[in-house]
């Protein structure tokens, strides 16, 4: 198993944002990590709270930093956010009543949102910011 490493590619040169998205490297390299050495409830228990609180902390901030730099596509990112956090219930949800499925689908999804989110979706108010400087 390969660990996530951080790039450049991720960093949007807003260092508050900067580190919470290296959280989440973290977050997903820990969960690998406690798989490799076998603990898989200890992996999933703590991927399940570090996703959740993560959730909780980073989108808001994010939010929060976008209606203060006057983002204009602020409304549209929140509701990609909402949708993170519902997929997150509904897949907990199902995993909690022994879908084994469901883990592996959010796993996926937080890995796929790590690139493509931030990659992307992020980079639209990095782009603004770094333009309205200017």
Same mark, same amino acid.
């Given at each position: 198993?390969?660990? %996530?490493?951080?790039?450049?590619?991720?960093?949007?040169? $807003?260092?508050? $944002?900067?580190?919470?998205?290296?959280?989440?490297?973290?977050?997903?390299?820990?969960?690998?990590? =406690?798989? /490799?050495?076998?603990?898989?409830? /200890?992996?999933?228990?703590?991927?399940?709270?570090? !996703? /959740? =609180?993560?959730?909780?902390?980073?989108?808001?901030?994010?939010?929060?930093?976008?209606?203060? %730099?006057?983002?204009?596509?602020? =409304?549209?990112?929140?509701?990609?956010?909402?949708?993170?956090?519902?997929?997150?219930? /509904? =897949?907990?949800?199902?995993? !909690? &009543?022994?879908?084994?499925?469901?883990?592996?689908? !959010?796993?996926?999804?937080?890995? +796929?949102? !790590?690139? +493509?989110? $931030?990659?992307?979706?992020?980079?639209?108010?990095?782009?603004? %910011?770094?333009?309205? &400087? +200017?």
């Amino acid at each position: 198993m390969v660990l %996530i490493e951080w790039s450049k590619d991720l960093e949007l040169g $807003i260092p508050e $944002i900067d580190r919470q998205h290296r959280k989440l490297v973290e977050m997903l390299n820990e969960f690998y990590t =406690e798989l /490799e050495k076998g603990e898989k409830a /200890e992996a999933v228990k703590h991927f399940l709270e570090n !996703l /959740e =609180e993560y959730l909780k902390y980073h989108l808001d901030y994010e939010e929060r930093f976008m209606e203060e %730099i006057g983002f204009p596509e602020t =409304e549209s990112h929140k509701k990609v956010h909402q949708m993170f956090k519902k997929l997150y219930t /509904e =897949e907990k949800e199902r995993f !909690l &009543k022994g879908d084994v499925k469901a883990l592996r689908e !959010l796993v996926a999804f937080t890995f +796929s949102w !790590l690139f +493509s989110h $931030i990659m992307k979706t992020d980079r639209k108010y990095a782009d603004y %910011i770094n333009n309205t &400087k +200017s």
